[in-house]
């Protein structure tokens, strides 16, 4: 095996063929470390290489791809991310999600850069790895636990304490095979897009446990790395809320920009917010600090209610997305029961976004007579009936019942389903890309770009987009559609290069230090211009391999509900579909593709993508 | 002529005369102002007499906004202008406006 010379990666790729119960180890070589870079870039190489067109998602040759960056493990903050990729079911297309905690940074220690699973176990299994050495062991006596209670159970039978080993796994959804279903673990981080879980479900893997570990990574310039890091820190701390609120910290300012998903998009009006948002969590529940591996950042945190029903109940503090999935989606406005909601979807496996899509559209169909208690199994699904709704989440994930079994499908299957009026109240983007929890008709960057990625979630944007922060002139109206779309395709790349890294966005919320960190652990020199490189090239790939997938680009818009226009709030009147075939044909060609979405031959040649060419001729 | 100010910036207390802050994340207040009024005038204004302003929203040598801010405008609840760096010599006041300050990344 040849050893990688470049410092920041272990240069090995632990390979696991479930159906013939193999365990392999392969060499990452040069040439892969500096097209490829990490994380979701050695994801869109192995995927595309291995995954032929015709696989589907739940087929044993699918690949189950979990890899780290060259920045995992190093010291920077929270840099123990890692990136699963996958061909996802939402879609049934490529997707890429990222979960945070301490798993990415203890796979380096333990000796590899990342995991491919292939093949199908015959029983279910979890795979053990320590000390460089990989097992795979029986699960059967785990089947149907949830994911803290797998945690509990490994941690107990392996003689481990809390941060000696990390734990990803899946809960009922995953084995039940929602389409939703999530990889959950480190209590409470989730890598949640594009049924990510459901995937693991099929190949009969409940779980992944890897030992802390105890190799170091080898780092170009330690002084370099360390006067960067301190750098990103003072920039984060100082970035936006996160560092004393939380995610939730920008909940009521998301209200204000008229963002805040409320009732299955039917007002915009949530008055309570401010008793919602996370300082009020903050002040008014008892926290106390549960940070990701070195986080001095330190976002999460660990939550006892101390108001309303739900006094006691103790969880781990919910994020933007959960506090808007449980809170204004479902019309639910008590605080404790967020907290509550949010460690039972965790616990069951499933991805909060979609959860709250496909909980809202059920509770307005139960509101307008479509759902009756026949449907519903006797369940009242009014707004805010938070006990019902817990109980539907497991019927969700186990698929019980009928409404659980249509529901687990996602919401824009169930609502094709049940067509007629009842098509057009469902939120998705046409390809069956879940969109994350806010009310994108006030956020029009993430809408159009939840329309035409190709990881299945945010590829381009992040929170909107901040063009300042690498040093391109700054957003003046994010409702026009020509801004909107040009910069949706100027800004494409750098998320994705962040998403080769293994860091957390949160933590590291500057694109360019990231790069200054990036180039002190590898020892190159690369600029901004390199990294949109390598991002583009990702998104390319990836393109491609939707392309050849099955993909539609007639498919690449909102579905009715979500493209529809305010009839309240701050965003009211405001339309993102009144140009949107303009928008779409200005984005293709500006990203270098053709009128049918198809990247150029020359736009594949510069991203150093030349034998796809080929592999396009012969599509429409 | 009347408009309002609502500041998302954990200021809280520290404000002071003339603010209201039901939390530390927001403090509001409502000013009159003459016709003509621009988003610049007003936030120079207030950060004359509001010092932590001065420090954290409106630099007044620069006589600009610090980056990393969302600032917009709204109009009977309705968003009418929204600028990260404002046009601030461009944007006259109405009445009734209200002006909202972010922060940028703003969360999720």
């Given at each position: 095996m040849v050893n990688l010379s470049v410092s920041g990666y272990t240069g090995k790729i632990l390979r696991v063929?479930?159906?013939?119960?193999r365990i392999w180890v392969e060499a990452i070589d040069e040439k892969t470390a500096q097209k490829w870079v990490g994380g979701v870039g050695f994801g869109a190489k192995y995927l595309y290489a291995e995954v032929p067109p015709g696989t589907q998602w739940s087929d044993p040759g699918n690949r189950l791809i979990w890899t780290t960056g060259p920045l995992s493990g190093t010291g920077v903050m929270g840099a123990a991310t890692f990136n699963v990729c996958t061909k996802g079911p939402m879609t049934n297309l490529a997707g890429s999600s990222q979960a945070n905690?301490?798993?990415?940074?203890y796979l380096k220690f333990s000796g590899f850069d990342g995991i491919i699973?292939?093949?199908?176990?015959?029983?279910?299994?979890?795979?053990?790895?320590?000390?460089?050495?990989?097992?795979?062991?029986?699960?059967?006596?785990?089947?149907?636990?949830?994911?803290?209670?797998?945690?509990?159970?490994?941690?107990?039978?392996?003689?481990?304490?809390?941060?000696?080993?990390?734990?990803?796994?899946?809960?009922?959804?995953?084995?039940?095979?929602?389409?939703?279903?999530?990889?959950?673990?480190?209590?409470?981080?989730?890598?949640?897009h594009n049924g990510v879980g459901a995937v693991m479900g099929a190949k009969n893997l409940k779980a992944v446990v890897v030992d802390k570990g105890k190799r170091n990574i080898a780092i170009h310039d330690p002084e370099r790395l360390k006067e960067k890091i301190k750098e990103l820190f003072e920039f984060a701390k100082n970035f936006g809320?996160?560092?004393?609120?939380?995610?939730?910290?920008?909940?009521?300012?998301?209200?204000?920009?008229?963002?805040?998903?409320?009732?299955?998009?039917?007002?915009?009006?949530?008055?309570?917010?401010?008793?919602?948002?996370?300082?009020?969590?903050?002040?008014?529940?008892?926290?106390?600090?549960?940070?990701c591996f070195l986080c001095g950042i330190s976002h999460i945190r660990e939550v006892t209610v101390t108001e309303g029903p739900y006094t006691g109940f103790v969880g781990e503090e919910p994020e933007y997305e959960q506090l808007a999935a449980?809170?204004?989606?479902?019309?639910?406005?008590?605080?404790?029961?967020?907290?509550?909601?949010?460690?039972?979807?965790?616990?069951?496996?499933?991805?909060?976004?979609?959860?709250?899509?496909?909980?809202?559209?059920?509770?307005?169909?139960?509101?307008?007579?479509?759902?009756?208690?026949?449907?519903?199994?006797?369940?009242?699904?009014?707004?805010?009936?938070?006990?019902?709704?817990?109980?539907?989440?497991?019927?969700?994930?186990?698929?019980?019942?009928?409404?659980?079994?249509?529901?687990?499908?996602g919401v824009m299957r169930a609502s094709q389903k049940i067509g007629g009026k009842a098509a057009d109240w469902a939120i998705y983007a046409g390809k069956g890309v879940t969109p994350r929890g806010h009310d994108h008709r006030g956020r029009w960057s993430e809408l159009f770009d939840g329309c035409v990625t190709n990881t299945s979630t945010i590829e381009s944007s992040s929170g909107g987009y901040h063009p300042q922060l690498v040093d391109m002139p700054p957003v003046t109206d994010p409702f026009?559609?020509?801004?909107?779309?040009?910069?949706?395709?100027?800004?494409?790349?750098?998320?994705?290069?962040?998403?080769?890294?293994?860091?957390?966005?949160?933590?590291?919320?500057?694109?360019?230090?990231?790069?200054?960190?990036?180039?002190?652990?590898?020892?190159?020199?690369?600029?901004?211009?390199?990294?949109?490189?390598?991002?583009?090239?990702?998104?390319?790939?990836l393109r491609v391999f939707n392309l050849r997938h099955g993909l539609k680009i007639e498919e690449e818009r909102p579905s009715t509900r979500y493209g529809s226009i305010p009839i309240d709030g701050p965003t009211q009147g405001k339309n993102i579909m009144e140009k949107w075939p303009w928008m779409v044909e200005n984005y293709y060609r500006l990203m270098g593709w053709d009128a049918n979405g198809k990247p150029l031959p020359e736009t594949l040649e510069k991203l150093d993508l030349i034998d796809l060419i080929e592999d396009l001729r012969g599509l429409r | 002529m009347h408009v309002k100010v609502e500041l998302w910036m954990s200021m809280g207390k520290a404000l002071g005369e003339g603010f209201q802050s039901p939390s530390e994340m927001v403090s509001r207040i409502g000013m009159s102002v003459e016709e003509g009024t621009t988003l610049k005038k007003l936030f120079d204004r207030l950060a004359e007499k509001y010092p932590p302003i001065a420090g954290k929203i409106f630099d007044r040598k620069k006589e600009d906004f610090y980056p990393n801010l969302t600032v917009?405008?709204?109009?009977?609840?309705?968003?009418?202008?929204?600028?990260?760096?404002?046009?601030?010599?461009?944007?006259?006041?109405?009445?009734?406006?209200?002006i909202k300050v972010l922060p940028l990344y703003a969360g999720g």
């Open positions: 063929d479930l159906s013939k119960k905690g301490f798993f990415g940074a699973f292939e093949g199908r176990s015959a029983n279910l299994v979890y795979l053990w790895i320590k000390e460089g050495k990989a097992e795979i062991r029986d699960a059967n006596h785990l089947s149907g636990k949830d994911v803290w209670e797998v945690e509990d159970q490994l941690r107990k039978e392996l003689g481990v304490r809390e941060r000696d080993v990390s734990i990803f796994g899946i809960g009922p959804a995953g084995e039940n095979r929602a389409y939703f279903a999530a990889i959950v673990g480190d209590r409470g981080h989730v890598a949640a809320v996160f560092y004393k609120w939380g995610t939730g910290g920008g909940f009521s300012t998301i209200y204000s920009l008229g963002s805040l998903p409320v009732k299955n998009y039917t007002t915009n009006i949530y008055p309570e917010h401010e008793k919602m948002n996370g300082q009020y969590m903050r002040e008014h529940f008892k926290t106390r600090p549960a940070p449980w809170g204004p989606q479902i019309g639910n406005t008590d605080l404790g029961a967020v907290v509550m909601l949010t460690k039972e979807v965790d616990k069951l496996g499933l991805d909060c976004n979609e959860s709250g899509w496909v909980v809202g559209w059920a509770m307005e169909c139960f509101e307008k007579g479509i759902f009756t208690k026949k449907e519903t199994d006797g369940l009242e699904l009014t707004w805010g009936n938070v006990e019902a709704v817990r109980t539907l989440l497991n019927r969700i994930a186990r698929r019980e019942g009928y409404l659980g079994n249509l529901l687990a499908n026009s559609h020509e801004e909107v779309s040009t910069l949706n395709a100027n800004f494409n790349g750098i998320r994705q290069f962040d998403d080769c890294m293994g860091t957390c966005r949160l933590a590291s919320s500057s694109p360019k230090l990231v790069l200054e960190c990036f180039n002190a652990v590898t020892g190159r020199n690369w600029t901004l211009k390199d990294a949109f490189t390598v991002g583009k090239r990702i998104v390319n790939q | 917009l405008v709204t109009s009977e609840g309705r968003i009418q202008s929204f600028l990260d760096i404002p046009d601030i010599n461009g944007r006259i006041l109405k009445d009734g406006d209200q």
